[in-house]
């Protein structure tokens, strides 16, 4: 069966070269097939089968330019290769699905924001509603069949390997540029994506920054799923040979994203991981607390790095060097107090929905305070304009249910988790909810998974089993 689904690979790429349009649709499908059929109907093979769906959707939208198809429905519809994928995921997990607290409270907040994205007064379009609740929420579905996942060596392997193909990718788009597919996608999609806009703006010289975004939609989505890919491969726990690989391809990788914040997202899981090490710090109101904190913190430790660091840093030719030696829009996100005030003080319970950014649909009916809000790059400003302060407060349950259920009886694994978390969360204190990827719920559900599992009540044998009439009353 597999045999045959690989010989109709090239079928497939005639059928997309005469489909008037649509030829990247067709090799979507056809991908989603072979990856369905390669998975073996799994759980844990579906889930790494998304895992690799990602970067080829990426890759098959940018495909859609090089084909000269402009297309809208090929364009989006390409990227719902994952989301295809989740589905199958969820099919095969329902049957012995088991909703822990922490599962409830992230279903509470995805239909909350839903609800508010639906609703919203503000105006934006509908496709653009769906695209956001798309890209934004849908992800946080993945908590829910990782929790059924007991083999783990599929899911680490591929993530593995999206690190190397990643970095590879990478590593041709530094020294030669960008590729054909990158350029074809950055005229046509320049309007309507904004790391396509960068693109084109350096093509046109328009901009000196060249940032390399690999088999993602931008540096920093591509940074984080590094960062996640290794506590996926570390959860898996595969041979050393496999880790030292995905190491070296992710540190290779987050050096060509030429962003500060993965980096910032490893070293706080790191550090938070080595503290978890003691029992102390291993307390989840504690730990909890410290993901509360570094709101605070951040603005404030970020407005120290500005001053002493980035205000007299020296000038730089190179587009790589400079990229380093600059802070971007550091302004904006030193403001995220005031903005997160803002919002909660127009919309309290509502928010605006996902959907309504500026970037995206230019005359929606926005307070300039609320406009400005969406380019403050912090995650507690994204929820509540998603969702106002309740989806603030649900997100946090989420994460203080999931730290009772994996601290204590996680191990290993829970302490792994956890300092995740803490380092994520300190990545979307400076890049908004970008951190909350595919990786993120996976890793998260995969480690509350196996903590259920071990909640579960033994069954006691007994010495009457074997008896006749013990038998006949148990039938």
């Known amino acids: 069966m ?67 198809e402009g297309s809208t429905a090929a364009y989006y519809g390409v990227q719902l290769l994952p989301t295809l994928l989740l589905a199958a995921a969820l099919a095969a997990a329902l049957p012995r699905l088991r909703l822990p607290a ?15 994205t639906l609703l919203s007064p503000v105006g934006a379009p509908w496709f653009q509603r769906l695209g956001a609740l798309h890209q934004e929420i849908v992800p946080a579905l993945l908590f829910l069949p990782a929790l059924a996942v007991r083999d783990r060596a599929a899911i680490g392997r591929a993530a593995a390997a999206v690190c190397v193909a990643s970095a590879l990718y990478g590593l041709w788009q530094g020294p030669a540029g960008y590729t054909a597919l990158d350029l074809a996608w950055a005229v046509g999609a320049a309007e309507r994506s904004i790391q396509a806009g960068k693109v084109f703006a350096w093509m046109v010289g328009d901009s000196w920054e060249r940032r390399i975004f690999s088999l993602f939609a931008d540096p920093f989505t591509w940074g984080q799923a ?12 595969l041979p050393r040979g496999w880790t030292a690989l995905a190491w070296a391809a992710a540190l290779v990788g987050l050096v060509l994203t030429q962003s500060r914040t993965p980096w910032a997202a490893l070293a706080v899981t790191g550090a938070a991981w080595a503290l ?24 404030w430790l970020g407005g120290a790095a500005y001053d002493l ?3 007299g840093a020296p000038a730089a030719d190179d587009p790589f060097l400079r990229r380093w030696l600059t802070v971007g829009t550091i302004e904006a996100r030193l403001d995220a107090w005031t903005a997160l005030l803002d919002v909660l003080r127009a919309h309290p319970l509502t928010g605006v929905g996902a959907g309504a950014d500026p ?47 994996i601290l204590p ?40 998974g196996a903590a259920v599992a071990q909640t579960r009540p033994a069954v006691v044998a007994s010495p009457h089993d074997g008896m006749q009439a013990h038998q006949e009353i148990a039938a």
């Not at 300039?368 to 912090?378: D, F, G, L, S, V």
Request: proline share 4%.
């Open 2 to 68: 597999r045999l045959a689904a690989l010989a109709a690979v090239p079928a497939a790429v005639a059928a997309g070269a005469v489909a008037g349009g649509m030829g990247a649709l067709v090799l979507a499908v056809v991908a989603l097939v072979l990856l369905v059929l390669l998975a073996g109907g799994s759980v844990g093979g579906l889930i790494a089968a998304l895992l690799v769906a990602e970067p080829l959707a990426e890759l098959l939208k940018r495909l859609t330019f090089v084909l000269g």
């Open 102 to 116: 922490p599962a409830l409270w992230l279903l509470a907040l995805v239909a909350w924001v839903s609800l508010c």
């Open 226 to 237: 590094l960062v996640g890919a290794l506590v996926l491969v570390h959860l898996a726990r």
């Open 276 to 299: 978890l090490g003691l029992r102390s710090f291993r307390r989840p109101w504690l730990v909890l607390a410290a993901a509360v904190l570094g709101f605070p913190l951040t603005l």
């Open 309 to 311: 660091w980035f205000t």
């Open 359 to 405: 970037r995206y649909a230019a005359n929606l009916p926005l307070a300039p305070e609320i406009a400005a809000a969406h380019y403050a790059h912090n995650v507690l400003v994204t929820l509540a304009l998603y969702g106002g302060a309740p989806a603030v407060l649900l997100f946090l349950a989420f994460q203080g249910s999931l730290l009772r259920l």
């Open 409 to 448: 009886r996680g191990g290993a694994d829970g302490r792994l988790a956890a300092a995740f978390l803490l380092g994520s969360q300190a990545a979307g204190y400076l890049n908004a909810g970008i951190f909350l990827t595919w990786q993120y719920f996976l890793a998260l559900g995969l480690v509350a």
